[in-house]
């Protein structure tokens, strides 16, 4: 098993920046794939961003891309996500989500995940 724990929840304005982070727990933290998503209110989940269990593979919804950078620091347990240039749209809970042992590449899809965390509210005002 694998408990996920995300923080940084916050309330920022337009264009402004936040850091997510997501502790992992339970399993070797190297041999995860890691993923964040998000769902705003009254909307399906959506993928926002994934990283390779190296690290040395990104990939981002079109959405995000230019403005969301997802890191790993193996050493932490940790992944995290910096959003900048923050829009109202960016708005949802977002969620932290870990890949264990498949071989698929890029992890945009939820099903791909094995494990999530309870999720942390992004709240960007006008």
């Known amino acids: 098993q694998v408990q996920l724990v995300e923080s940084g929840e916050g309330l920022v304005q337009a264009g402004g920046s936040l850091r997510l982070s997501c502790a992992a727990s339970?399993?070797?933290?190297?041999?995860?794939?890691m993923g964040w998503f998000r769902q705003a209110p009254g909307k399906e989940r959506e993928f926002v961003a994934t990283?390779?269990?190296?690290?040395?593979?990104?990939y981002y919804a079109d959405s995000v891309k230019g403005r969301f950078t997802i890191s790993r620091d193996d050493a932490e347990n940790t992944v995290y996500l910096q959003m900048n240039s923050l829009r109202p749209e960016d708005t949802a809970v977002y969620y932290c989500?870990?890949?264990?042992?498949?071989?698929?590449?890029?992890?945009?899809?939820?099903?791909?995940?094995?494990?999530w965390g309870q999720g942390t509210q992004v709240t960007v005002s006008s």
């Open positions: 339970g399993r070797t933290f190297s041999n995860l794939a």
């Open positions: 990283i390779s269990r190296s690290g040395g593979n990104t």
């Open positions: 989500a870990a890949e264990w042992g498949g071989s698929s590449w890029p992890l945009n899809r939820d099903y791909e995940y094995d494990y």
